[in-house]
């Protein structure tokens, strides 16, 4: 369960990714602030899945990591909440050219916000390798390549979508071989 609950932001983005408009102009307006209210939601989940996963590392490690997961789903949700809602509404009330100045903070407070995550899941990833070795590999290189790619692609297509559900796969092969419990099963079916 954990597993899925870990992946389920990544492909919600990635699904919503699929829509994400290009451009914003008076015909993409109503959707681009529309799809922005239901990110806002979703968007602080791939935190908290960050969250849930640095439950595994050790506390040098987890407690920093977690603070990095708050600065990205705080600076990454005003990257949204200013970019993906503000700039809407401005343009549904054809005020597209004033809101320039929210497109540039928004977009410098979502580029923090995308590093602190690209932090986290780095530190997820290195503490998994030391964990797990071998059986880590597949989540950390999935984890770190979508968070590389989330670094500037949000979650348009087609880099965005694949950023994101590079992440999903690497958050779900991550919780699957750190899964509490876990190494008890696979240590007690070997012969």
């Given at each position: 369960m954990r597993t899925l609950i870990v992946a389920l932001p990544g492909l919600v983005l990635a699904g919503i990714g699929l829509t994400h408009p290009h451009h914003l102009d008076a015909t993409t307006a109503q959707w681009w602030r529309d799809?922005?209210?239901?990110?806002?939601?979703?968007?602080?989940?791939?935190?908290?899945?960050?969250?849930?996963?640095?439950?595994?590392t050790p506390a040098y490690v987890r407690y920093p990591a977690r603070l990095v997961t708050f600065g990205y789903a705080v600076f990454y949700?005003?990257?949204?909440?200013?970019?993906?809602?503000?700039?809407?509404?401005?343009?549904l009330n054809n005020?597209?050219?004033?809101?320039?100045?929210?497109?540039?903070?928004?977009?410098?407070?979502?580029h923090v916000g995308a590093w602190c995550f690209f932090?986290?899941?780095?530190?997820?990833?290195?503490?998994a390798l030391i964990k797990y070795r071998l059986k880590a590999i597949p989540g950390a290189a999935f984890l770190?390549?979508?968070?590389?790619?989330?670094?500037d692609s949000h979650i348009y297509w087609p880099k965005g979508v694949?950023?994101?559900?590079?992440?999903a796969i690497g958050m779900a092969a991550t919780s699957y071989v750190s899964a509490p419990g876990r190494s008890e099963i696979d240590g007690s079916t070997r012969t």
């Open positions: 799809m922005h209210i239901i990110l806002a939601v979703v968007f602080p989940l791939l935190g908290a899945a960050q969250w849930v996963l640095l439950e595994d949700g005003a990257l949204d909440a200013l970019a993906g809602i503000g700039g809407g509404a401005m343009t005020a597209r050219e004033a809101a320039a100045p929210v497109f540039k903070i928004g977009n410098q407070l979502g932090a986290a899941s780095a530190a997820i990833a290195v503490c770190l390549i979508g968070s590389y790619l989330f670094l694949i950023a994101c559900t590079c992440i």
